[in-house]
């Protein structure tokens, strides 16, 4: 079963953190690279974290030196620790393949799952 469930955000202040989980079913967890996306009001869904095969990471501009991804293999979570927060991090946060699109729902369409918000202000 198709499982990608995104928590831990909130309402934080600029320069705050906050830890994302995600638990993915293990199937996807072990086939696929896995990545952090934001979508912020108003905008398309960009990728913000993602892993490179086993080890390797990539960032965005916009996040690189304050996020970091990392994954715990032995329990098919995914995660990304957001620190010095900036009112522009405010954004839904969804994990999923990447590229995404390589999860289908029962309708053979792409998959998310329902995304956890981080709001950043003071």
């Known amino acids: 079963q198709v499982q990608l469930v995104e928590s831990g955000g909130g309402l934080v202040q600029p320069g705050g953190s906050l830890r994302l989980s995600c638990a993915a079913s293990?199937?996807?967890?072990?086939?696929?690279?896995m990545a952090w996306y934001a979508q912020a009001p108003g905008k398309h869904r960009e990728l913000v974290a993602a892993?490179?095969?086993?080890?390797?990471?990539w960032y965005a501009d916009s996040v690189k030196g304050r996020f970091t991804i990392s994954r715990d293999n032995a329990k098919s979570t995914l995660y990304l620790q957001m620190n010095s927060l900036k009112v522009g991090d405010t954004a839904v946060y969804y994990c999923?393949?990447?590229?995404?699109?390589?999860?289908?729902?029962?309708?053979?369409?792409?998959?998310w799952g329902q995304g956890t918000q981080v709001t950043v202000s003071s």
């Open positions: 293990e199937s996807i967890f072990r086939k696929y690279s």
């Open positions: 999923n393949t990447d590229p995404p699109g390589q999860v289908k729902d029962s309708h053979n369409l792409d998959y």
């Open positions: 892993f490179i095969g086993d080890s390797r990471t």
